[in-house]
């Protein structure tokens, strides 16, 4: 999702030097490359790669803390300790801008402070629960479920009282723990500027611009600060890339259509259990169609004819095939955008992470089923695939949703162009931040005003029942002296 920024502004005349670990096979003269050393998370990690599919009962609290928060420093420390990215910290360069990728390396961001230049911010997520709190973004709890969280019913009583404990939960750790790891890796590895460079939160705080990978008309529509610009559908923007030619072939030729089954890179179909495994291909024998399947393992014993299986397969030209019928799929993000932006409606087998959510809306929406990895066997599979491939509401939405999705003023990646070009232009656009995130949080939430009044009313009150007693008593004081003066007489 993010490489296509980075080629984007180098085609434009930007002279754009990218730290990556994924090499370009041919990009402009303009665009370098800063490699970092090629190692996987269970390797920096000092573990062995689990099967992912025992990842499905995690969570998202484990998830953070074994996943996220472990792979996140593991990943910081690589990038920064890398031999080319060490060789080129200590050259005398001059940039007009830093773009950092928002996902749990914020030691990267004071090199934004070590080039003078405005700091943005991309996301592969969509809207980041910790950068609307540092932001003063609008929360909206009720409705915006926190990154990584899978609530079943968000906007029960028990789905909102998740998200505000979890959200409450993330931020408190990120800031007070988290931050405080990725500082100590500035120390580390820059230490030239780490006793002058602000706190990471701070960087935060000011950055020019946030890039989420959303769109309202699929994401859940959320209020956003002018320097929040939702990209979602980045990488689908400009694609010249066709398909090989046996694949063209076999998609051309599949006249009963196709059924397309990718559950990413880090979720391998071969790792699925005996039993479920024979489940799937139970269900593909009964099928008219044809069956296109990444199956990362040299054999699949006992497959049916109707089953071709690739170790890897071009996801993005597979799905804007005109035979592609329905994508079972994990729910990734990038896939999902990828299926709605082609019209193809969506089979969903959650594991972990924003996945749940991700089915949840497609569900929701109306072209696509969510089936419980617990819940899979040969009868809930078939009626599911039947189910989609059946009724063509799901088709039919799908196509609806895919027109709103593309129907935008500018693509996703012109956006992006724009708003970087224009943070450039007006030197960080600093009018652009909301002037609440140099508030406390007490006068931000109002809560002093609030407060105040509270206890202006509560006086008030307590005076008025206060009087209201000193008169009652006077009455009954002077009642009870004519009572008693009657009596006499």
């Avoid at 402009?28 to 190692?39: A, F, G, I, Q, R």
């Avoid at 920064?80 to 910290?89: A, E, G």
């Avoid at 009018?431 to 509560?458: C, E, G, H, Q």
């Amino acid at each position: 999702m993010l490489r296509p920024i980075g080629l984007e502004l180098a085609r434009r005349g930007h002279n754009v030097t990218v730290i990556t670990s994924q090499k370009e096979k041919d990009p402009p003269s303009n665009y370098h490359e800063v490699l970092v050393d090629d190692k996987k998370i269970w390797d920096i990690l000092g573990t062995e790669r689990p099967n992912v599919f025992t990842m499905v009962n995690m969570t998202a609290e484990d998830f953070h803390k074994n996943i996220l928060w472990a792979g996140g420093l593991a990943f910081t420390e690589l990038t920064l300790n890398s031999t080319d990215v060490k060789v080129f910290l200590k050259k005398d360069n001059n940039f007009d801008l830093v773009i950092c990728e928002q996902f749990y390396q914020e030691a990267l961001y004071p090199l934004a402070y070590k080039y003078n230049t405005p700091l943005v911010l991309v996301t592969t997520f969509g809207n980041c629960m910790r950068h609307n709190f540092v932001n003063r973004n609008p929360l909206q709890l009720a409705t915006v479920t926190s990154d990584f969280l899978d609530v079943r019913d968000p906007t029960s009583f028990w789905g909102r009282f998740r998200n505000l404990y979890f959200s409450a939960y993330d931020y408190f750790w990120w800031r007070f723990w988290y931050l405080k790891k990725q500082e100590e890796l500035v120390v580390k590895y820059l230490p030239e500027i780490a006793n002058d460079v602000p706190s990471l939160y701070a960087l935060q705080k000011h950055v020019s611009l946030m890039l989420i990978n959303s769109h309202f008309s699929y994401d859940t529509p959320s209020a956003l600060l002018p320097n929040i610009i939702e990209i979602g559908g980045v990488h689908l923007s400009n694609s010249n890339a066709s398909l090989p030619e046996d694949l063209q072939k076999l998609l051309d030729e599949s006249n009963n259509g196709v059924v397309y089954i990718n559950f990413g890179s880090n979720v391998r179909s071969s790792e699925l259990p005996l039993d479920k495994k024979v489940a799937f291909l139970n269900v593909f024998r009964r099928l008219k169609q044809t069956v296109l399947w990444k199956w990362e393992d040299d054999q699949l014993d006992n497959k049916p004819s109707n089953l071709v299986t690739r170790k890897w397969l071009p996801q993005k030209e597979i799905l804007a095939h005109r035979n592609i019928k329905v994508f079972v799929s994990h729910g990734g993000l990038i896939g999902t955008q990828e299926a709605i932006f082609n019209g193809v409606p969506l089979i969903g087998v959650p594991i972990y992470a924003d996945q749940f959510n991700n089915l949840l809306l497609v569900e929701e929406a109306g072209f696509g089923k969510i089936l419980q990895y617990q819940d899979i066997n040969e009868k809930t599979l078939y009626d599911s695939l039947s189910e989609i491939l059946n009724n063509n509401s799901y088709i039919d939405k799908a196509k609806e949703i895919s027109q709103a999705f593309k129907d935008r003023p500018m693509t996703a990646l012109d956006s992006a162009m724009f708003w970087i070009e224009y943070v450039i232009r007006n030197k960080g656009a600093d009018y652009m931040k909301n002037p609440a995130r140099n508030m406390s949080w007490v006068a931000y939430t109002m809560i002093d005003v609030y407060a105040s009044i509270l206890i202006f009313l509560i006086i008030i009150i307590a005076t008025s029942v206060k009087v209201t007693r000193s008169i009652l008593n006077v009455l009954c004081v002077h009642k009870t002296q004519v009572k008693n003066k009657k009596k006499r007489l």
